[in-house]
């Protein structure tokens, strides 16, 4: 049995039967569609912390109700997108509920905030995970990069083999990140309530300094703009409904609650953790930094095993957290191509049944980002989170009009959630815009308005294109003449030999081209009568004729062209068929040693060509 | 008028019979064939005077007597080229005089030598350049691949121009260079003539330590060695005669005569002066390094603008040096197609009348060997000089075999002469590659042996080909046969409309092949009979038959294919045409937007087809 490179790298292609099998339970998607949700734990709280630092000890108070307002948000989103789950089983994705219930310009501005959303989600997982694991082992800082293009490769490879395999791999790091929080979290606040409040820090956080700026609403509204980086990622489950097993709703639904709950209670427990134990963020640039995280872990248990390990998990998951971002965009680059707004090949299924070109457009893109950003989070992080808000707002005001024309019992009551989701993440939309549009959102808009530009490029040429195409009557046999042959020929030999009696049995004009050249000057004329001409009119069949081609410029293949234009410009409403012969060469590299005369003349007979010139390729197998 | 970039870049296209006026006269032919050799002036000392510093200043006195040897070497070589230029007016390289006479792996060896001798004189003189500018501008130093690059695009833009146009860009700073070097040399003489041999100097070279090593025979082998790198580039001028105006052969000995004195005129001055000033070389790699070059200009004529002029065109002339290879090596890789050793290309004059294909294949490996070594002469040094001695000892021998076959009157003393050179320059081949082996000659060696395996691979496909493809009989016209045609349709359109009118002109057999898939269910059978079968029936033609082929794994090609070879099975003796129909876009980039479907039809149906499938493409111009 022979075994295919490709079938161990991407695994057996699926036939489309083989479909239902690769769906999935509840569980199985917490990490599949759960793990850039359930990561941004991990920097959420820590980017508004950072931004409290200014205030010392007085800052860490305020985090609790930011937090809070954060966890709010996250509820009025989840029971909107409970909503959409529903009315959207075959996927209820941002694109296709603005699209169809707002219009075009709405979804092309969802469909582009998230496209940029998801290589964002893919690039900032990716290098924040390598750049925690760099914290941890700095002796790797000089191979940043590297590791992260690394990562993004494996990635991919995990991603061709297919949903199923997917969730296998990341269901055990997932597993261990939840685990780990939650067993920190109920630890920590078992000891500050034994503790009434005061609990004593197995290692001390550094101490923060009293309070050295003032507190000011702009400076609120910025820490709860950061800190709504935790909110990224809890749209995936209702872009993709459809990989769930049956009852599809039912699963999908189960599998956001799971995934709202776990993060609710991760950013609560932290923000309770963090007050209680007065754990403030360090200057992330400075030296003696230490992540949050990092800090929580040590005061509520010590530096021992499950310290390291705790760590270790959060290293992974933020690194695999970039694969909600391979599960749901070749998703919707292919609900938008079949809007026509994206090429065509985004809606063909590879060999996995996966939209394979979708997993390659984003692997070049995050490639190209990772790449322009040195692998560095930091520089990522101020374009980060626009596009997720533009979309939960633009999807959420789309399913208000979804009810608004539903008209039935209970509409109203939908509408009042969905409503109140589109005005809470609309206003977020714009207090993150505003509060990040120095920093660097006005790149998210530039690349937001220019996709949408593009998208709508792409879908007027196909309405062009199937404009021209169209055509709706029988078969028209009028006028149906035989084509004008052109055979080019360098020298008589076993090919054009063959060239030419295709030619016969085709048409009975056929002309042999020869370019006069220094190398042959006798050209074909003095063995025509003996090769060609003899056995023809011994056949009875028409007579070829010889055409010799002045060349004082050594090129063979103009001449040739001009020819055949002339020759079409001669004879209106004639087809030009033009043979041209070619050697196909056993190995790849044994093209090199062929001049690429053929190629170019097809090539070229294209570009020059019109309407009525058809190329013939007459191959030879050596 | 339009202009074409093309043109400005390149100059205009020249007709073959423009030839004429592109020839050159003895003294245009000494900056295009004779730079290299002058420029060895500028290191071939110094790399002998290094190998000398840890005999101190008693080293001063060994450089004469190696200078002495090499001049005399020069001389052998020198009239055995005269004899060679006579011999072969249409160009005596050393590989078609090996291969004329001393069969086809002296030639071999010959071509091997000399190709990756160019390749290396291009970029040992282009990183020379650099480093010696970098020497006078420090600030530099970080740019040193990027000015190599650069000068490499320069020399390749002035070369495409052609040949006459390279003299004019390269006359003004040979004879700056050679003016600057015979002023030094008169007045240095003059000086140590008038002091009696003790010549003051204006300013004081270094002063060289005592003995503080032993002589050796080896240590002088070495050192003679080195300095042979001073006679690399002779030999370009008897392989380039025929660029040379006519008289040619008069015209090219001129021009050889005078390059060759101007060296040894150098070579003697430079030893002369080092001698009688005490200049010894400067530690390359340690603080303070100053070339030979520059302390003896400011022995004799001290620090002024003469001496800044003077190491300019010194560092302008090592940088163009590298166009001797440019002019000589796509002649030779020319020659070496003519006897199908190379790929046919090389044979391929471009616009300008050069071959062009060999400027390319030249730039693109001095790049790699450039990006390669990072553009640092000196890891390159010593895999250099070992091709040139290599291809003089061949052309020399092969000279004297030329002779002995000749036997007229003076044969025999011709034969002398050649038969010197040969053993004069095959011993000093042995003494570069001992001495050098470790040091890098071993590359060299091994680069030899690979080229003549892929020269002997080359030569064998043409000639398998060659003969498969030979034909001397007449045009054999039994059984003619209408071939099969094979229409791939999607659906119902203008373009496949129009592959369906042409297959009723070309044959009574006609198949329209339908792959099911998802988007389209009913497929084209709904509306076979409105669309074809009433036509074709109503007109009397034969009726297209269509085939619905399944495809569980969503793919379109694969059974378009397996459906070309079955019927071409199926029906042996048969052609079998495959109609494609084709978008043609107005732009590039709109390629992108149709799926690449009908591409990798054509490309998989070459792949595996065979003798009898034909493919037609039948474009449509949007």
Known sequence: MKIKISDLLFGKPLASSDERAEHIGALAGIPIFGLDALSSAAYGPEAAL????????????????????????????????????????????????ASENLGEGAGLLAAAALMIDYVLTAAVGISAGVGALISGVPSLQPHTLGLCLGILAILVLVNLRGVRDTGVAFMVPTYLFIVAMLAVIAIGVGKVLISHGHPVPVIAPPSLPAMSAAVSIWLILKVFASGCTAMTGVEAVSNGVMAFRPPTNGNAKKCLTVIIALLIAMLGGIAYLCKAYNIGATNPNGAGYQSVLSE????????????YGSIA????????????????????????????????????????LLYSHGVWALTALTAILLIAFGGVTD????????????????????????????????????????????????????????AKFVDGAWVTVLLVVSMIALMIMVKRHYKRIAQEMEYNSPLHLGHLQQPMVVIPMAKWSRLTEKALRFALVISKDIQVAHVACEQQPEGLAHLWEEMVLGPARKAGLPLPELVTLESPYRLV??????????????????????????????????????????????????????QRIVVVNMPWYL
């Open 50 to 97: 950072t931004l409290l630092i200014p205030l010392g000890l007085m800052g860490v108070h305020y985090i609790v109700p930011v937090i809070a307002a954060i966890i709010l948000l996250l509820t009025i989103v989840f029971f909107s997108y409970r909503q959409t789950i529903d009315s959207y089983p075959h996927g209820g994705g941002s694109y296709t509920v």
């Open 296 to 307: 929580l872990f040590s005061a509520v248990t010590g530096r021992g095993w499950f310290y």
């Open 313 to 352: 998990s959060i290293v992974l998951v933020l690194a695999l957290s970039a694969n909600t971002a391979f599960a749901d965009f070749p998703r919707l680059t292919r609900a938008i191509a079949e809007n026509d707004f994206l090429p065509h090949v985004f809606r063909v299924r590879g060999r996995r």
């Open 557 to 610: 293949v103009m001449p040739l062209i001009a020819h055949v234009l002339e020759l079409s410009k001669k004879h209106p409403g004639r087809k030009i068929v033009v043979i041209v012969p070619e050697l196909v060469v056993k190995h790849w590299w044994e093209n090199a040693l062929h001049n690429q005369r053929s190629q170019l003349l097809k090539v070229l007979l294209e570009l020059k060509g019109n």
């Open 379 to 434: 520089r990522l992080i101020p374009l980060y989170a626009i596009g997720a808000f533009m979309a939960f707002t633009l999807s959420q005001a789309g399913m208000v009009m979804h009810w608004k024309k539903q008209q039935h019992a209970g509409s109203g009551w939908h509408m009042f959630v969905n409503g109140t989701g589109a005005v809470a993440t609309g206003i977020t939309t714009l207090v993150v815009l505003v």
